[in-house]
């Protein structure tokens, strides 16, 4: 069974750090562009990171430049988010997602997604 899985979400007070991980399986995302992306209740699903095959171009929402940094690690078929200096305004859910079909595209045309990861900022 194809499956993006992340994992490493929870509940941390404004100015901690979270680490996101999201692995594949079933598949070899060592081939894809990805991207992770936060949705709000009652909002639509935006690209927080992406990155691509080779990790050497990524992007970023502006509301997390300087925050967080997007990372792979190919040979273990999995991609990072390391959020620092969380604010309540990063709650959501947050989703890896790969894009079948492009290495370089970032971002781009994601069609294979995870599940999610409640990630939640509050005191």
């Known amino acids: 069974q194809l499956q993006l899985v992340e994992s490493g979400g929870g509940l941390v007070q404004p100015g901690g750090s979270l680490t996101l991980s999201c692995s594949s399986y079933?598949?070899?995302?060592?081939?894809?562009?990805m991207g992770w992306f936060r949705q709000d209740p009652g909002k639509e699903r935006e690209v927080v990171a992406c990155?691509?095959?080779?990790?050497?171009?990524?992007h970023y929402a502006n509301s997390v430049k300087g925050r967080f940094t997007i990372s792979r690690i190919n040979d273990k078929n999995s991609i990072y988010l390391q959020m620092n200096n969380l604010k309540p305004e990063d709650t959501g859910v947050y989703y890896c997602?790969?894009?079948?079909?492009?290495?370089?595209?970032?971002?781009?045309?994601?069609?294979?997604w995870g599940q999610g990861t409640q990630v939640t900022v509050s005191s």
């Open positions: 997602a790969a894009d079948r079909r492009s290495a370089t595209d970032c971002p781009g045309e994601y069609d294979f």
């Open positions: 079933g598949f070899t995302l060592a081939y894809y562009a």
């Open positions: 990155i691509t095959v080779s990790g050497g171009r990524t």
